[in-house]
């Protein structure tokens, strides 16, 4: 009897023991960390932004918000001061009167203001009303007068469709049935512009596969009396299906989604419609794959990529891209005749890019040049070309730093203004405002403060508006002439009372890479209160690309999705920029070309390793999460490198890129003849699992569609491995109203399996109660 009583009593003491280091999280636990989500922190920030109001002579008004109140500010550049836009007591009080309602000076419901071109308070509109402001008695009287309309680029038809307006408003072009249709706005008479267009062979039809819409995709000449557009062959290309979960028969959703490797995938010819005699030019080439080159699509500039117009329409340049994105074709057609006449032509050995978030050629027939973007140095940069013979003339800028967007090209001056990244010394993520000369002559930097910078023009593009701020730095607004000279400082974002509630900016590091000797970048969150004698499990938020990379934006964020408020339930989390990424050289961007499965994985694994040498880091508890490309890259940490990573949850993944859309892998990997799509597929490893995996999918996810997750959940079945499954009955990509869902499952699932501890039972939160 002693002995067995001695048992029992050593069993329950074992018990015990296990027990009390078990944390049992409580709902105030996570509440405590969602104080650190946007919906919390934001309201805690004091002038954050700044939404500029344009008046004439570049002056604008705009308004601020701080623990005060509201505030509007009117700027005068050419005398260089700020002031109150009106005596906000005064408004209040005179508003009240008029209004027969009470309104506070700092709290005033303004959503425009009016003046005169000499700086007299003319009108404001509060409330929905528009009231006229006698500037000197401060007298309001309602305004029953027909504001003037605001000028829009679309507009929607009755059936729902977008129209996509004229550049002098008049016109408008919607798709009907397939074929183009052109409305007058003012009359709004009808008139059908093509006839032949059916069911996939339509006209401007937007399907990239991944996105679609019935919305027209046309380039408007700026005449307005011509569009360019295309007629969209899909007859023989493959469908996707998807099927809703509901009572009763499920509704079948099909639609044209070309894979990898499919012989046959979308083309387009290439048209030119004259609105006004509504006659249709072939151009006189085959038709083109739809390609682009700034993304897998032919829209995502906004309009129809890859097309600019000379001013009279007589004119249209226009390029043509490989399916293997590695040829470019410059080619000028005749907007009357549709003979196209060739240029140049790039090839390169990956894929062709032509710029960072904008395209970035241009045509310039009054000198009869070509602005073009290459990669050619290895860097992202600016060539001038000869429009008549082909020929390169100069380059424009160079060196070891990336072009990313040019916003003005001023031909008479012969004077580029653009973005770019890595010039500067520091972190080379960091993009600039610079000027240069179309010789490649007087470099200009415009914004010179260190950050990362975002710009706005004012409408006579004399002077910019210019919010720059860090990871850990908050914004600075300035306002600048594009000499380069400062006018004034306009704002600087107070995060004090932010602060004053623990909260703390991520760390910004930098690290080596797998290969020892490449700079990487990446932010770390560490909990606001930490144990000095305590290591801390580790979660790696993973986006590998290649179109971009974990951080995503490096400007100032109070809250960078629920990073923070992971750190906050006892963990540190990293975002690490890997190799194979932009806005760096060709080489580095390149690094993973032909081989997407590795994921960045080698460069994140190396810097974690580094990062405990900075930051108590347990590297035997590493748990990994994304979404999308980033929950690829989760499930193939978890198969390929599993003595390492030991929690992931993968969320939304295109584990195969055999199912994904064509226009990405192809792109991104090359060719399926050219490059191994099975060996990067990560039901390939399913017998290596041996942490804990969760893998979530929108059941009706169009963008990536979840048999990519389907068939890693086949392949663990058959390896005999226990993993964990969440599908969101029709929900797409983004999981929708179920984000605050899988955040939560996601908090639960690294308390319960990383922490070993044990979390609050079905914790609701905030984004679910509102």
Not at 651 to 677: A, C, F, M, Q
């Amino acid at each position: 009897m002693k002995k067995y009583l001695l048992l029992a009593t050593g069993f329950a003491f074992t018990l015990n023991a296990i027990a009390q280091k078990e944390k049992i999280f409580t709902d105030k636990d996570y509440e405590r960390a969602e104080k650190f989500m946007s919906y919390y922190t934001e309201s805690y920030i004091d002038n954050g932004s700044l939404k500029p109001n344009w008046l004439a002579a570049d002056r604008f008004w705009y308004q601020t918000t701080s623990v005060q109140g509201m505030e509007f500010i009117l700027v005068n550049p050419v005398k260089k001061i700020k002031t109150a836009a009106f005596d906000h007591q005064k408004m209040a009080v005179a508003l009240s009167a008029a209004a027969g309602k009470t309104y506070q000076a700092n709290k005033l419901p303004i959503t425009a203001i009016n003046y005169t071109d000499d700086g007299k308070l003319l009108a404001i509109t509060a409330d929905d009303k528009r009231w006229k402001v006698d500037f000197k008695s401060y007298k309001v009287t309602i305004d029953d007068s027909t504001p003037t309309p605001v000028k829009a680029i679309a507009t929607r038809s009755r059936g729902g469709n977008l129209e996509i307006l004229s550049p002098d408003g008049k016109k408008a072009v919607y798709i009907k049935d397939y074929n183009l249709w052109l409305r007058d706005i003012v009359s709004n008479e009808k008139k059908q512009l093509t006839t032949d267009g059916i069911k996939d062979y339509g006209y401007a039809t937007d399907n990239a596969g991944w996105k679609s819409s019935n919305n027209a995709i046309v380039r408007w000449s700026p005449d307005s009396k011509k569009i360019a557009t295309f007629q969209q062959d899909q007859r023989m290309v493959s469908d996707m299906y998807l099927v809703s979960t509901n009572v009763g028969a499920p509704v079948l959703s099909a639609w044209k989604y070309p894979l990898p490797g499919d012989k046959a995938i979308p083309t387009i010819r290439r048209v030119i419609i004259d609105v006004e005699t509504s006659s249709v030019v072939s151009l006189q080439i085959p038709p083109d794959p739809h390609r682009a080159t700034l993304s897998d699509d032919i829209a995502s500039s906004g309009t129809f990529d890859d097309i600019d117009w000379k001013a009279d329409g007589t004119e249209m340049a226009f390029l043509s891209t490989s399916r293997d994105h590695k040829q470019e074709k410059f080619r000028i057609a005749n907007a009357t005749t549709g003979a196209v006449r060739e240029v140049f032509e790039e090839v390169v050995k990956t894929q062709f890019e032509s710029g960072r978030g904008a395209i970035n050629w241009r045509y310039l027939p009054k000198s009869n040049e070509i602005l073009w973007y290459s990669e050619r140095d290895n860097w992202g940069h600016l060539y001038l070309y000869d429009a008549t013979t082909g020929k390169l003339k100069n380059q424009i800028t160079k060196g070891e730093w990336v072009v990313t967007r040019l916003l003005k090209v001023d031909e008479k001056n012969r004077q580029l203004v653009f973005m770019a990244c890595g010039r500067e010394k520091g972190n080379p993520y960091f993009t600039h405002l610079y000027k240069i000369g179309f010789d490649g002559k007087n470099l200009v930097s415009l914004s010179p403060e260190d950050g990362n910078h975002q710009i706005s023009f004012s409408p006579s593009e004399n002077y910019f508006i210019d919010t720059y701020s860090k990871p850990d730095v908050p914004p600075v607004i300035t306002y600048r002439s594009m000499t380069g000279k400062l006018v004034m400082e306009l704002e600087k974002t107070d995060v004090s009372r932010l602060q004053a509630t623990g909260w703390k900016a991520p760390a910004v590091v930098s690290v080596k890479a797998n290969d020892g000797k490449t700079d990487i970048f990446g932010l770390v969150f560490t909990p606001t209160t930490m144990d000095p004698q305590k290591k801390y499990p580790v979660i790696d938020y993973i986006y590998p690309g290649p179109q971009g990379g974990s951080v995503g934006n490096w400007s100032f964020s109070a809250s960078r999705g629920d990073h923070q408020a992971l750190a906050e339930l006892g963990f540190i989390v990293v975002l690490i920029e890997g190799t194979s990424n932009p806005f760096r050289s060709k080489s580095y961007h390149d690094m993973n070309y032909g081989n997407m499965g590795e994921n960045t994985l080698p460069d994140q694994i190396t810097a974690i390793r580094q990062l405990s040498q900075q930051f108590p880091i347990d590297t035997n508890k590493v748990g990994i999460w994304g979404h999308s490309g980033g929950g690829f890259a989760t499930a193939a940490a978890m198969l390929r490198y599993p003595d390492f990573f030991k929690v992931g949850i993968a969320e939304s993944g295109n584990h195969d890129n055999r199912n994904y859309e064509d226009d990405w892998g192809e792109r991104y990997n090359g060719l399926v003849e050219n490059s191994n799509y099975e060996a990067q597929a990560n039901q390939t490893y399913a017998k290596n699992l041996k942490g804990k995996l969760l893998l979530a999918h929108g059941m009706m996810d169009n963008n990536v569609p979840p048999s990519n997750t389907m068939l890693v959940v086949d392949a663990l079945i058959k390896a005999n491995k226990t993993f964990d499954l969440l599908l969101f009955p029709n929900s797409a990509h983004g999981f929708g109203a179920f984000g605050p869902y899988m955040m939560r499952r996601r908090w639960d699932y690294f308390v319960t399996n990383l922490l070993n501890d044990r979390p609050p039972k079905d914790y609701q939160m905030r984004g679910a109660r509102n």
